[in-house]
C-alpha cells in the first residue's frame, strides 16, 4: 500500500465513522517514519483502530476486506483493537504522526519501526519475518533497539527467547526462509 492509498483509507475511515483520530498498527505503520515500503510491502491491508472508541472501530468493515471498497480500489481498512498486536510497555509514547497528506483532517498515529518490529517478529509469519529482513538490511532497525523493546514486552521468556534467535539471525545475515516456528501464544 502506497502513502497515498492510506491517505485514501484514511479519509474513508473519518468519512464513514465520524473520528478524525486512528492508529495505525501493522505494516502500514512504517510510513509514519517517512520509509518507503513500496519495494517489499505487499500489503492491501491497514491495520487501523479508533483509539479511546473501539467499540466504534467495527464501524470500519464497512471499508474493510471483501466491501464495496475494498472491490473499487484494490486496498481497505483492516478494524483492529488494541490487543491485536503483543507490543512492548510505553508504545503509546513512542507513536508517531503520519506525515502530512490527503487525508481531509483525518490523523494518522503510527508505531514505531521497532514497535512494529516487535509486534512481527513474535507473531511469526513468514511475511512478516521476511519484510524484517527486509528492513534489518536497509539499517531501518537497530539491534540494540529491537533487544531494549524485547525485554519490556509482555511475554513469556520462551516467547522472548525465540525472537531474540529471530533478531540475532537477521543481524547476521543469516536467512532462513520456511524454516520459522511459530510460538503458541
Not at 478524525?20 to 517514519?33: D, T
Not at 472508541?53 to 488494541?82: M, Q, W
Not at 503520519?98 to 507473531?123: E, F, Q, R, W
Not at 539471525?169 to 532462513?176: N, T
Request: hydrophobic share 35%; with cysteine; proline share 4%.
Amino acid at each position: 500500500m502506497k502513502k497515498s492509498q492510506l491517505d485514501h483509507v484514511l479519509r474513508a475511515a473519518k468519512d464513514c465513522t465520524g473520528e478524525s483520530k486512528f492508529i495505525i498498527i501493522g505494516s502500514q505503520s512504517l510510513h509514519g517514519k517517512g520509509i518507503d515500503v513500496d519495494e517489499f510491502l505487499v500489503s492491501a491491508e491497514a491495520d487501523v483502530y479508533i483509539p479511546g472508541k473501539e467499540a466504534k472501530t467495527e464501524i470500519l468493515n464497512a471499508i474493510g476486506e471483501g466491501s464495496r471498497f475494498h472491490e473499487s480500489f484494490g486496498y481497505y481498512a483492516d478494524p483492529v483493537d488494541e490487543s491485536t498486536a503483543i507490543l512492548p510497555r510505553k508504545w503509546k509514547g513512542r507513536l508517531v504522526n503520519l506525515p502530512p497528506g490527503d487525508t481531509n483532517g483525518a490523523k494518522g498515529l503510527c508505531l514505531d519501526p521497532h514497535d512494529m518490529a516487535i509486534s512481527k517478529y513474535i507473531a511469526g509469519r513468514e511475511k512478516d519475518l521476511e519484510l524484517l529482513e527486509a528492513l534489518v538490511r536497509r539499517r531501518i532497525l537497530d539491534k540494540r533497539t529491537l533487544l531494549e523493546r524485547l525485554e519490556e514486552t509482555p511475554a513469556e521468556d520462551r516467547i522472548k527467547s525465540l525472537v531474540k534467535g529471530r533478531i540475532d539471525r537477521h543481524f547476521a545475515g543469516k536467512r532462513s526462509k520456511g524454516s520459522y516456528e511459530r510460538p503458541e501464544t
